[in-house]
Every structure is written in C-alpha cells, then in structure tokens.
C-alpha cells in the first residue's frame, strides 16, 4: 500500500475528549487528510453534555482520614456545605437489595457502575457515591483521578452525587471501615459541540447502495488514545486512499464518530440525523484498536451468521488469522445495526498486560506498522469482495438473537439472573 496511514497516528496523539476544542482539531485533521485523496469530507455537529466539576472532597471520621479524590461528571451536586451519611460499600446488586441504605453514601469498587446497581441505589434513596479507579498494585502518582461521566441512562433513573477515589485508597478505607463520612461534589452542567467527520465516495453502479466505514477518532481524558481509536480512525484513512484509486460500484461512507467514549453519541446522532436513508445502507464496517504488537485479531457481527462464514472463509483463504463470532460490539457498529444495518466491528484486541486504553498508558509504544497493515489489508479486501460484487450477499437483516442482544445492550430488557 502506497498511503502511509500509521504515520498520522502521530498527528492524532493528542488527548481528544467528547466535545472538546481538541476533538474538533482532531476532525480538521481528518478532513484536511481526505483531500490528499480529492474527497472531500465536511463535519456534522451535535449537541452532548458536558461539566466542569468545582469541588470535590471526600472526609471520613472515626477514624479519621481525608481522601484524595476527583468528582464524577454529571453526576449532579451536594449542597455547597456537602453531605454527611453513614458509609456502606456495596459489593453488588444483591448486597444492595438487602441493606437499608436510604440517605448513606456508598462506595463501589467500580470505575462506572453497572446500569441495574445504580438504578437499585436510586430506588434505596442513596445520598452519594464513592467510586473506584485504577488498581492496588499501582503507585498513586501512575493513576489519573479522572473517570468517566455518568451516561444519559444513569441519570434518567436520578442523579446520586459522586466522586471517585483511588483503588489504593479505597484498600485503605475498607480496613478501616470508618462509620461516617462526608462528601462535597459540586458541579456545573453544560452543553458542549461535538462533530462527526463524513466523507463520500459515489459508486459507479449502485449509487444508493451504501456501505459506511466508521471509526471513533474520540479519546477519554488523560488518554492519547493512539490504540483507542486513532489506529481505526487511520485505518479507515487507508480504505479512502485505496477506494479513491479503486472506484467502488456501491456507495461508501466514511464516518469518523465524536463522543463515542460518551456513550457511542456520534454514531446515534448520525443515524438519527440520516433516519430516513438508513435503508440504502446495506453494512457497517466499524474498525475500533488495531496494530498493537501483542493482540489478537476479531471480528464481531452483529448480522446474520452467514456474514460470519463469509470472513472465516476469507481469512482461510488468505491466511489470515482472526476470530470471528456474531455479538455486539460496544462501539459505533452498534448504533447501525439498532437501526436495521447489518454491522461489525474489526479489532485487534490486547491481552491482559499488553497494550492499555483508557488511561495515559494508551501510546504509540505498543503499536506497529506490521500488524497495522495486515489488519488493514484484510478489511479492504473483505470490504472490496462486497462492495464490488454483482449481487451484495448480506442479507439486510438483524436475526433475532442479535436483536434480543441489541436491547440487552441499550437496557430496553434486562438479562435474567
């Protein structure tokens, strides 16, 4: 491949949070990059939420201990003098339902609490929340007070205040386990603008055939985010480059999605914004981390089963290795295939002690061009084998075992225990 598409990770390595200043240089990036290839590509805003947290502070006594911490964005606010409660730690949403936890403040030793628990401690009319980040094992300078923001499902059960504290920390607590604390967390609510990036390659033959290649190119705070998302949001690049030269029959979309870290928000603005073409869209292509040096190569299809034969084929064919299921991928892919389009998502997916997101450790460091571009190559020829070809051969339809999995993944149902 002549296009060099790895060497724009390092123009992208930058943090790139969801309607930042930062997310926005990061898209003109994208379309200034889409004209080396005469396509031009143009950017769509939308709205999201944002905060910029005022105070937070975390005080227990008997003993007594002052506890570093960082509040958690729209999660709401104390009163500016805070809140005193009882303290509980809530080890799950079993521990939850038995206890009678009306007006205490609640440690859980997650970064991000699942849906079901938070919306128990909503219903127990819990006062606040201690949240956990990092692990025990890391020096306290090595681990960022930053975690994510509450998402849109939380806080429409309620907001609880909340504030996260370091895994370390909240070891030392637990020891303790002191009776009292108490809590500040003060915020302000705001609305910010993100954007999606969408250039468009108009197909030869099948013009209202459309096949949308989609990537995050979104970070989360503290992150670089060279492994989540910028390898996808190059490697998408590379598929321009190539079906720039190579003029595809069918339409494509390339769609570089802002604010997914949010919550997957670039994507559902989309096909919310485009609702009434969705139809003309026959797949999604979502590529989410790749070329990390140790990792394994999958894809997952949120599709027919068929789509799944069809690459297991492929890569057997060319020798490539790659593991291949249907599922949901929690990523871009996931907002098409809720409105019908049969999607999937590519990734090279690191083993535990290899390659990190969501923290400062997502760097170049532990990406290279080899695997890069094996990746790559593959999605252009599986994509080129379907784009090109006389009758398209996935079926436009979303099975229904992928459709039970879609509302399990949105919260429209719950799993049974």
């Not at 871009?332 to 590519?346: E, I, K, R, Y």
């Amino acid at each position: 491949m002549e296009y060099k598409s790895f060497d724009l990770l390092k123009e992208l390595y930058f943090v790139r949070t969801g309607g930042s200043e930062a997310e926005k240089k990061a898209a003109d990036i994208l379309v200034e990059e889409c004209k080396k290839w005469n396509i031009k590509a143009k950017t769509e805003e939308f709205e999201v939420d944002g905060y910029e947290i005022k105070e937070a502070k975390l005080e227990f006594t008997d003993p007594h201990m002052e506890i570093e911490c960082c509040g958690v964005g729209m999660s709401g606010s104390t009163p500016k003098e805070g809140y005193t409660g009882k303290f509980h730690y809530i080890t799950s949403l079993q521990d939850a339902e038995i206890q009678e936890l009306e007006d205490t403040i609640c440690m859980v030793h997650t970064k991000l609490v699942n849906y079901k628990l938070y919306k128990k401690l909503c219903e127990k009319k819990v006062k606040g929340l201690i949240l956990c980040c990092g692990d025990v094992y890391e020096e306290k300078e090595n681990v960022d007070l930053d975690p994510y923001m509450y998402r849109v499902r939380h806080y429409e059960n309620g907001k609880i205040p909340a504030v996260c504290v370091r895994m370390r920390d909240a070891e030392t607590i637990l020891r303790q386990m002191p009776k009292e604390v108490h809590m500040v967390m003060v915020e302000e609510e705001k609305k910010n603008v993100s954007h999606n990036v969408v250039a468009t390659i108009e197909g030869s033959k099948y013009k209202n055939e459309i096949i949308a290649f989609t990537a995050h190119y979104d970070s989360v705070s503290y992150s670089k985010g060279a492994y989540d998302n910028a390898s996808g949001s190059t490697a998408i690049l590379q598929a321009v480059s190539y079906f720039s030269v190579h003029k595809p029959l069918r339409s494509l979309k390339f769609i570089w999605c802002g604010s997914e870290e949010m919550g997957l928000l670039g994507s559902k603005a989309y096909v919310q914004k485009h609702i009434d073409e969705m139809n003309q869209y026959k797949l999604c292509i979502n590529v989410d981390m790749v070329g990390c040096v140790i990792g394994t190569d999958i894809a997952r299809c949120t599709s027919s089963v068929s789509l799944v034969h069809y690459i297991k084929y492929l890569a057997n064919e060319v020798g490539f290795p790659i593991t291949v299921k249907q599922g949901v991928y929690s990523s871009d892919s996931t907002s098409f295939a809720d409105q019908g389009v049969p999607a999937l998502s590519f990734a090279r997916i690191a083993p535990q002690g290899g390659a990190r997101i969501h923290s400062r450790n997502d760097v170049l460091d532990h990406l290279d061009e080899k695997n890069y571009y094996k990746t790559c190559e593959f999605i252009i020829l599986f994509a080129e084998r379907l784009i090109q070809s006389v009758v398209f051969p996935v079926e436009r339809e979303i099975p229904d075992n992928m459709k039970e999995e879609l509302d399990y993944y949105t919260g429209r149902k719950e799993r049974k225990e």
